[in-house]
Structure formats: structure tokens, C-alpha cells
């Protein structure tokens, strides 16, 4: 089946500091990957879609320059918490959807975030 | 503004017995529904959808009903089993092929043995 693959599954770090995490398509070629956020408790929320070649489209709030996403190939899109503070901690998972149809979207480990 | 909406923040239920997980949503453009399972640091794992042109769908053990009337629908498990333990969060999308998905704010199962 289709997989997605996230790394790292946690990572903790100094406040100031930029985090990358990666979100891979191990079987199957995404031109659009979604990550979340999803605080404890709390619902998955869409942070925003990666599209493969162009630009993020962020969901209102979300801070595009704080929140980077690159798309670079068919197979892997990055977010980078820029400047990382204590409130940004949180748990980030992304997704992709192998084919057609809403159905089947996959999504990868998730990433535990800790900014001390 | 939450549009998707799952009322009950945790439900256990004895081992062998129906689970009955409810989901609620308020915009009518909503067609497709999806159900998830997550465990603790993990990614949600994909259960089974239903379409806004039907009322049920059922695989295994996994039912989901679908009253679009109410703007309601429900996961049921039977018999559930102490591996269905999780956090299950219910999610919409307003278009297939729209790809963004709404998620409710999730119920935890516990299945007592």
C-alpha cells in the first residue's frame, strides 16, 4: 500500500532555532502533500497544501514565513518552523493522497515538536 | 468554527459489544466523509468513507451511516475488539478531488476486556 514517510518523529530544540522536517512518498508521486498540526486534545488542523512546483497555499492564520514548505520534487515536501518558540510545540503530521478520489489519503508518522 | 464536530470526547465499551462513535458537521457542502484511527504519536490510519449519494458503507467489522438530513453520521464496530483502542476522528471534504479534509476533534475508544 501507499506509504508516507515523516522524519524526524521527534526533535527538540532550542528556542530562535529552525526546524526542518521532511514528509516523503515512499511508492507513489504526490504533487500535493497537507500538513497539520494537532496540539494535544485537540482536532488535526490543516496548516497547508504543498503543491509540487509552486508555491504552498497556507489556511488562514497560519504564518507562511514562519511556517516554510517546499515542494521540490514529486515525492517530498518540507516544512521549516522557522524562529521556533515555545508555543510552536506541537505534534505536525503531513499526508498525500496516492490517486483519485477523496479516499486513501495517507499520512505519514507524524513529527512531536518540542521548543524549550 | 468547528464544522465538524464529534460531541463525545471518550466512549468505552465492553469487548464484544457495538461501538457506536457519532460525528456531526454543519456545512452542506460536505459530500465526503472518512473515518480515522489514530494511537498516541502515530499518523491517523485511513478506516473507511462514505460518500454523500449513499447512507452506509460497511467493511468488516466497520459500518459508517450517513443521515445528510441531520448532517450526522456514525462509525459502528462490531464486535469491537481490544485492539480498536484509539482515538477516532471523523473528517469531510467538500469535493472529491477537493483534497483538503475538515477533521473533527476526535473520540477515544477504550475497549475493556
Known amino acids: 500500500g501507499a506509504v508516507v514517510s515523516q522524519h524526524p518523529s521527534w526533535v527538540i530544540c532550542k528556542s530562535g532555532t529552525s526546524v526542518k522536517i521532511e514528509c516523503r512518498s515512499l511508492d507513489f508521486q504526490a504533487t500535493t502533500m497537507f500538513w497539520y498540526r494537532q496540539f494535544p486534545k485537540q482536532s488535526l488542523m490543516l496548516m497547508a497544501t504543498?503543491?509540487?512546483?509552486?508555491?504552498?497555499?497556507?489556511e488562514q492564520g497560519v504564518e507562511k514565513d514562519k511556517f516554510l514548505i517546499n515542494h521540490a520534487s514529486l515525492t517530498l515536501s518540507t516544512l521549516t518552523v522557522t524562529s521556533a518558540h515555545p508555543e510552536d510545540s506541537s505534534f505536525y503530521i503531513c499526508?498525500?493522497?496516492?490517486?483519485?478520489?477523496?479516499?486513501?489519503?495517507?499520512f505519514g508518522s507524524g513529527t512531536r515538536l518540542t521548543v524549550v | 468554527d468547528q464544522q465538524v464536530k464529534q460531541n463525545s470526547p471518550s466512549l468505552s465499551v465492553q469487548e464484544g459489544r457495538i461501538s457506536i462513535l457519532n460525528c456531526d458537521y454543519t456545512n452542506s457542502m460536505f459530500d465526503y466523509f472518512l473515518w480515522y484511527k489514530k494511537y498516541p504519536a502515530e499518523g491517523p490510519t485511513f478506516l473507511i468513507s462514505i460518500s454523500s449519494i449513499k447512507d452506509k458503507n460497511e467493511d468488516g467489522r466497520f459500518t459508517v451511516f450517513l443521515n445528510k438530513s441531520a448532517k450526522h453520521l456514525s462509525l459502528h464496530i462490531v464486535p469491537s475488539q481490544p485492539g480498536d483502542s484509539a482515538v477516532y476522528f471523523c473528517?469531510?471534504?467538500?469535493?472529491?478531488?477537493?483534497?483538503?479534509?475538515?477533521f473533527g476533534t476526535g473520540t477515544r475508544l477504550t475497549i475493556i476486556p
Open positions: 473528517a469531510a471534504s467538500a469535493k472529491v478531488g477537493n483534497e483538503k479534509l475538515t
Open positions: 504543498s503543491n509540487e512546483g509552486s508555491k504552498a497555499t497556507y
Open positions: 499526508s498525500a493522497r496516492p490517486g483519485t478520489g477523496a479516499y486513501g489519503y495517507t
